[in-house]
């Protein structure tokens, strides 16, 4: 028998539930697998094909990834195999193509920053809009869609920071041509904007745009390693701080103002969450449960939108939920303890 400390205690409870978790999302790509080569008469989309087999092949490797880890964390040490060595790590992620039903963009893009890749990530939404982002050592250096918002062009930003005037703006578009090349470029080789304001715009564009692609719900994805091209002037954004700037605004955007605190805690001062059966809406779950608004419209999607839901719900089903990490799972489980469920 091994005893393990408290801290190897929740690391492997952690392992455990991750591989449980990739092995339920392989049970649905082997579910779209049968779709796309025998539910569709006959009729095999490839890139569809190639992006689950991607998917699956990444999945298992994680799983096994894992299983190492788990069996170090517990003391087992087995007999040393000859096994064909990883010579470059980034070989792995070459071919990464996906959809956000298996692998949300927020862990795509947290794994390319932890693993410093450098390449192309072409994102393809629902809607059909494309982007572009292009890393370095883990870093965002550029982005770009085929349809921005106005306020995400570099032009309208540099104007709306006062580094450059409108009209001189639209004389400028006048003359420039695509075959110019970036228009970032020739701004500054036209002495329109010193390099140093340019970076600025350019790191705010990265910003507006990564944040547009991070909301994105239903898209495809493919990532591609190598060298980007040979601009003179890019940005260069962190895209750890970059996530996590995301994450810290949504929080706020959840937090109610003082005044709207002392009006909705007033009711929970005569009750407590064990008396609401009924069907919640998504702020009385964010103000119940203390978790975000996109967390509490995915709960209602799932049927889970009251607190006898929430009570039998399990640990894994809650942690299944895009927008419920582990610290969320805590508060969720402070405010709604859990029922006879967990202990299937």
């Not at 991607?54 to 964390?73: F, M, N």
């Not at 060595?85 to 692998?103: F, I, M, N, Q, Y």
């Not at 540099?158 to 409108?166: E, I, Q, S």
Request: net charge negative.
């Amino acid at each position: 028998m091994i005893q393990l400390s408290p801290d190897s205690q929740v690391h492997t409870f952690r392992l455990i539930l991750e591989m449980e978790n990739r092995g339920q999302q392989i049970d649905g790509i082997f579910v779209r697998l049968k779709q796309a080569f025998i539910q569709n008469g006959g009729s095999v989309s490839i890139p569809d094909a190639v992006g689950a087999l991607d998917e699956l092949g990444w999945h298992v490797a994680q799983i096994r990834d894992s299983a190492a880890e788990l069996e170090s964390t517990i003391g087992i040490q087995r007999t040393p195999v000859t096994v064909k060595p990883k010579t470059d790590e980034s070989h792995e992620v070459e071919r990464l193509r996906g959809t956000t039903a298996t692998l949300p963009l927020a862990d795509l893009l947290a794994v390319l920053a932890e693993r410093e890749q450098t390449g192309t990530l072409k994102i393809r939404a629902r809607h059909g809009e494309c982007f572009l982002l292009e890393f370095l050592d883990g870093a965002v250096v550029h982005a770009a869609s085929d349809t921005p918002l106005p306020n995400q062009l570099l032009g309208n930003i540099l104007v709306a920071r006062d580094r450059l005037c409108p009209e001189r703006l639209k004389q400028f578009l006048v003359d420039f041509a695509p075959s110019d090349g970036p228009i970032g470029q020739a701004l500054a080789q036209a002495e329109l904007v010193s390099e140093d304001d340019l970076r600025e715009a350019l790191s705010e564009q990265v910003r507006r745009l990564f944040q547009r692609i991070y909301e994105l719900d239903d898209a495809t994805f493919c990532f591609t390693t190598g060298t980007n091209r040979d601009l003179e002037l890019r940005a260069t954004v962190n895209t750890a701080m970059l996530l996590d700037s995301i994450a810290r605004t949504e929080e706020a955007d959840d937090v109610p103002e003082l005044d709207e605190l002392e009006i909705i805690s007033e009711p929970h001062s005569t009750s407590t969450c064990a008396e609401i059966d009924a069907s919640l809406d998504a702020e009385q779950l964010c103000d119940v449960l203390g978790i975000r608004r996109n967390a509490a419209r995915e709960l209602i999607l799932r049927d889970l939108d009251s607190i006898d839901g929430i009570r039998i719900a399990t640990d894994l089903e809650l942690l299944e939920v895009p927008g419920i990490g582990m610290k969320t799972l805590a508060r969720i489980r402070e405010a709604v303890p859990a029922g006879f469920a967990q202990l299937r």
